[in-house]
């Protein structure tokens, strides 16, 4: 009797062994990880997919004197961009991606200026609308320290901004009516580290990259009738967050992020409207995990700068793990 009732222990423990097992290795389950306790790669065969929206009412900006104030005249306008993204699993330490850009911007500006002709003020209305593809990015993605224990984890990463976007001013009609250019028109390489501390239900992050741009041709005013060459300065971007679980299914994230543009160049010389800029920002994201769907928002609210914009910025998200 005790035999058997030693082989029905045995029995009953082991099932419930497997199950615990089987639990953790289901594909679906994997699939289903929340952005704090996902690995920093996809494992090998997943598949992400995702559109990201970024909306901005551009009105004020932080000046020379970091600042903020209006920019000048009676103006506005707002971005829109539109970006598919796309990853895969090499294995699991390494993931490729490429993200597809869509920009829809609008400038309109009133201005009234003297006219000593006339000797009175007139009005002038003007309007640049920039819309199409933007500059394709492919990154590959490899995790240095993976995750182990639930502790620490790094990845390296290294992304190439290629200029597929329209990079000349097209339909110009005078130097302030015109389509805006919906890319860059130059080559841009970004090497990055991204560390995280996981301690359920926290998690820690700090990261860096550096964006160097390569030296290309392009029309830089609209009216201009030759290519002149430039070189936009080159980019650090470095910050941190601190990231926790509201539920099992709903993630908090606070992030703070520091960038800094360095001066661009114009035909070799030091370009006098291609400012140093900085900027320091903070982004807190509501982030929902519904089984393979993760969906969310996130506000990023400039708090100082330099010769950068002020006004916040709102992105929406949408992901899918097949």
């Not at 970024?54 to 900006?61: G, R």
């Not at 301690?199 to 041709?217: G, M, R, W």
């Not at 080159?234 to 800094?260: K, M, R, V």
């Amino acid at each position: 009797m005790k035999k058997i009732s030693l082989i029905y222990l045995l029995v009953i423990f082991s099932t419930l062994a497997f199950g615990q097992t089987e639990k953790i290795i289901n594909p679906a389950d994997l699939k289903q990880q929340t952005v704090i306790t996902e690995p920093l790669t996809l494992r090998k065969g997943f598949l992400r997919v995702g559109l990201f929206y970024n909306y901005s009412l551009v009105d004020k900006y932080f000046d020379n004197s970091a600042k903020k104030t209006f920019y000048p005249g009676s103006g506005w306008a707002t971005s829109n961009n539109l970006q598919f993204l796309t990853q895969y699993g090499v294995n699991d330490r390494l993931t490729v991606e490429l993200r597809i850009p869509y920009t829809s911007d609008l400038k309109n500006v009133h201005q009234k200026m003297y006219a000593p002709i006339i000797d009175s003020m007139v009005s002038a209305n003007y309007s640049t609308r920039g819309r199409g593809i933007g500059d394709l990015i492919v990154d590959a993605i490899y995790q240095i320290i993976p995750s182990k224990d639930h502790k620490l984890s790094l990845r390296a990463e290294m992304d190439l901004t290629l200029p597929t976007g329209r990079k000349n001013p097209a339909n110009v009609v005078n130097p302030y009516e015109y389509d805006a250019p919906t890319g860059n028109g130059a080559f841009v390489v970004t090497p990055g580290l991204y560390a995280r501390l996981l301690s359920y239900p926290f998690s820690f992050t700090a990261f860096a990259y550096y964006d160097y741009n390569f030296k290309e041709h392009k029309i830089l005013n609209a009216g201009d009738l030759e290519e002149k060459e430039f070189k936009y300065g080159n980019h650090i971007n470095t910050g941190g967050s601190i990231n926790f679980h509201l539920n099992e299914w709903i993630a908090l994230i606070n992030e703070l992020d520091y960038d800094h543009w360095g001066k661009g160049e114009e035909e070799g010389v030091p370009a006098n409207d291609l400012y140093t800029r900085w900027s320091f920002s903070y982004s807190p994201r509501l982030i929902f995990q519904i089984r393979r769907f993760r969906l969310g928002e996130s506000v990023e609210i400039p708090l100082k700068g330099k010769m950068t914009g002020a006004d916040p910025q709102y992105i929406l998200f949408v992901q899918y793990v097949f």
